[in-house]
């Protein structure tokens, strides 16, 4: 059973749009939900992660909304460029044990 | 540069051959992991090392063998593969214990033939 849901699978926006990525959880011990960016011939690389206590985090032009009771958390990426584009993956931990569990990934496309 | 460097890079072996992919870690950390990413599947956790003992074995195939000589080196050997064992190989490393972020190597991405 996947642990983490993502979707949608791939998005194409016009430079300066706004893309937003969801994924959503059923385990409520989860309590650390990063966000992973992945250029093609590279591994992934932590973007941006939230923590169940608060709802909203911003860095640069990411910004991860978290809805605890939903248990859906999304990002955002605001003014979109050709640079980001890329594929991003939402994962999800637990305070203990070494398991990130990872959605499948969104195939993001900004058509300057 | 992440500090996760994996080798090779590439790798075609056919289905009896033995290889194995190194990963080595310049991050101080103390946990080690083997992932495979196939095309439009989630990233599948194969094995956790952490404090060199493993500690997460997902149901891999006995033709996968990690082997963690100290906290700084992985390995994945490789016997027998399927084709439908290709696909890219990430290792990554983190602090033992959640909410900490992990660091990916660039990946092996393997071919078996």
């Known amino acids: 059973q996947q642990q983490v849901k993502q979707s949608p699978q791939s998005l194409i926006v016009q430079k300066g749009g706004i893309p937003i990525i969801n994924c959503a959880y059923e385990?409520?011990?989860?309590?650390?939900f990063p966000w992973y960016q992945q250029f093609p011939g590279k591994g992934p690389a932590l973007l941006i992660a939230?923590?169940?206590?608060?709802s909203e985090k911003k860095e640069g032009r990411f910004t991860i909304s978290f809805n605890k009771s939903a248990k859906q958390f999304s990002l955002h990426i605001m003014d979109s460029q050709p640079g980001d584009s890329a594929t991003y993956f939402c994962?999800?931990?637990?305070?203990?044990?070494?398991?990130?569990?990872f959605g499948t990934g969104t195939s993001l496309t900004v058509i300057p | 540069e992440t500090g996760v460097t994996q080798t090779p890079r590439h790798l075609v072996m056919g289905m009896t051959n033995k290889k194995s992919l190194k990963c080595e870690q310049h991050?101080?950390?103390?946990?080690m992991y083997w992932y495979k990413q196939s095309a439009k599947k989630p990233l599948e956790l194969m094995f956790v090392?952490?404090?060199?003992?493993?500690?997460e074995n997902n149901s891999v195939p006995s033709r996968f063998s990690p082997e963690c000589p100290n906290s700084s080196h992985l390995f994945l050997h490789l016997h027998t593969l399927q084709p439908e064992d290709s696909a890219l190989y990430l290792c990554?490393?983190?602090?033992?214990?959640?909410?900490?972020?992990?660091?990916f190597g660039q990946g092996t991405r393997l071919t078996v033939v």
């Open positions: 990554a490393s983190s602090q033992e214990g959640g909410r900490t972020e992990a660091f």
């Open positions: 385990n409520t011990a989860f309590d650390y």
């Open positions: 939230i923590r169940p206590d608060v």
């Open positions: 994962a999800a931990s637990r305070n203990t044990g070494n398991q990130f569990y």
């Open positions: 991050l101080g950390h103390n946990a």
């Open positions: 090392y952490s404090l060199e003992e493993r500690v």
